[in-house]
Each structure stands twice: as C-alpha cells, then as structure tokens.
C-alpha cells in the first residue's frame, strides 16, 4: 500500500511532486485545474517532461488526479452535463500525460430523487469521456449519501458501471469516510471484511484502484460528507487502522485528504497514517492473518 496525500499543484505539475516530498508521499492525489473554475490549466510537453523529470527519484509510485468537484455527469441541465464531459476529457487526458494510477470521479447527484434516471445520465456522460479520451483508468468514489449524490452504495456503483458501458478503464476508489457515514461500518475488522466482501460479489475486486483514507466527523450511516482529521473523528485510529489492515487493500494507492495544514494534509497527517499502517500490519501478521503473506510496500 502506497501511503500518500492530497497536495495543490500551484505554480505547476512539478511542484506538487516537490510538495509530496516534503509530506514523505508515497502517492500523491492532485487537480488538474481550479477546483472552483470550469476553465482547464493549458499543460504542454514541457510541463509534462517537468513533472516525469520531479517523479524521479521522489519516492513517489502513484499519481492520482481527483476531477472538479464542479463536474455532475447525471445533471439535468444540458450545459453543465455539456462543461462536466469536457472537464472530465481534459483530466482523462492529464492523466495518461503524465502516467496517473486514475481520475477519481464523483460521479453525480440525483437532485431531483429520479436515481434511476440519474445513473442513466451519468452513464452516457462518463461513457462518453472515456470514448474521447485514451488510456487513463477512471475510478468512481463512494459517496456519504448526502442529498442525490450517486454512490452510495455497491449496488448504485454497480449500476453506474453498467450504464457506463463496464469500460475495462473503469475502477472504483474507496473512501473510508464515505463508506462509514452511508452505513459501512468499516470501524470494525468484522465490518470492513464484510464491506470488501460485498463490494466482490457487486462490482469485482478487479475494480478496486485506489482508496481516500479520511476520519469521519458523523456517526455511522449519517449520510453526511465531513471528514475529520486523522484519529480525531468517528473511526478514530483504531478504525483508521482497522480499514488499512483490510489485505485486499495491500496493493492500492491511499491518499489522506483532510488535515493539519489549513485543513489540508500536511507530512505529520501522512507520518500518522503511515504508523497506522505499520500497526495494521504487526495486526495482520500478530494474527496469523490471511494479509500477512502479502509483501511490504
């Protein structure tokens, strides 16, 4: 598991690999553009050559691009559906520039309650960004389950995959804190076996790519989207733990997205998360555990 962080790429590609560095990343998660603007950073050859040149040596093995929280592939309005596909091609194609592990997505709300409808919608939307774009996996994260947000549950995530088209490029990241606040209770080692078991039996464990680790500041199954720092919410760090002691997760990339540094991740947030994986792997192996066979990362 490639412990890691959500980090700002101000001033260029290349620095978010210097800000990762500085947070002791193992994988960085970024935005390819202003989370808060539909107009998309104009990279060329040379910002791309900039950032595989930082990548080297940096210690850092994945690379995560989180889409715009401005992009709703299931709106109703034909413009923003229409901004929501662009915006999503561009981070498809930043993400095969620069060899991005995948595109992490919310994939839509459902503001009017017609789920059904909604899935249908985001289906063409998504299938239709990853007609127009090459290579780059895309990865639908798990949502709290606040108001119509899409995702909620396996089944919804397996739903939106069918009515993508079930593209090969299609992958699911899995947020702690979203699991736990729509009603998996990932705080325990009962829990989140039978969460990654049903998340097989819906969608495939092929799907998993990538995973958010977040504290959460509601209690279990309050569909509300608040993360909390590390060790300092619901879960704790014993459920923080418990989440990264799950063995299937041992070969995914892992980000932090809330933290000490003006409530983004800073290298104290990415330290703790890496302690708390090296408990969750004294667990596994003190246990005898079916994980324990698998190798450090």
């Known amino acids: 598991m490639l412990i890691g962080a959500h980090v700002s790429n101000a001033g260029g590609l290349d620095k978010a690999v210097a800000r990762g560095r500085e947070r002791?990343?193992?994988?960085?998660?970024?935005?390819?553009?202003?989370?808060?603007?539909?107009?998309?950073?104009?990279?060329?050859?040379?910002?791309?050559?900039g950032f595989a040149q930082a990548l080297?040596?940096?210690?850092?093995?994945?690379?995560?691009?989180h889409a715009v929280y401005l992009v709703n592939c299931a709106s109703e309005d034909r413009e923003i559906r229409a901004k929501s596909r662009v915006s999503l091609v561009q981070s498809l194609r930043v993400g095969q520039a620069i060899g991005a592990a995948g595109v992490v997505l919310h994939p839509g709300s459902a503001k009017t309650g017609d789920v059904p409808k909604a899935i249908k919608q985001a289906g063409k939307t998504i299938r239709e960004a990853l007609s127009a774009s090459e290579g780059c996996p895309l990865h639908l994260e798990n949502t709290a389950g606040a108001g119509g947000t899409l995702g909620r549950s396996f089944a919804e995530l397996a739903a939106l995959l069918e009515a993508a088209g079930g593209d090969g490029r299609l992958g699911i990241c899995l947020d702690s804190c979203h699991l736990y606040a729509s009603g998996y209770d990932v705080k325990t080692p009962q829990g989140v076996t039978a969460t990654v078991d049903e998340c097989d039996r819906a969608l495939g464990l092929g799907r998993l790519g990538s995973l958010h680790l977040n504290d959460s500041m509601v209690p279990l199954g309050a569909?509300?989207?608040?993360?909390?720092?590390?060790?300092?919410?619901e879960l704790g760090e014993s459920g923080c733990t418990t989440f990264l002691a799950e063995p299937r997760f041992q070969d995914l990339p892992c980000v932090v997205e809330t933290g000490r540094d003006a409530g983004a991740p800073a290298a104290a947030d990415v330290a703790l998360a890496k302690r708390l994986r090296g408990r969750a792997r004294r667990r596994n192996s003190g246990a005898g555990h079916r994980g324990s066979s698998v190798p450090a990362r």
């Open 24 to 49: 002791g990343c193992e994988a960085i998660q970024i935005f390819n553009q202003s989370p808060r603007m539909w107009r998309p950073t104009a990279y060329g050859a040379d910002d791309f050559a």
């Open 56 to 65: 080297e040596g940096s210690g850092i093995g994945a690379v995560l691009i």
């Open 223 to 233: 569909n509300r989207d608040r993360h909390a720092g590390l060790g300092q919410g």
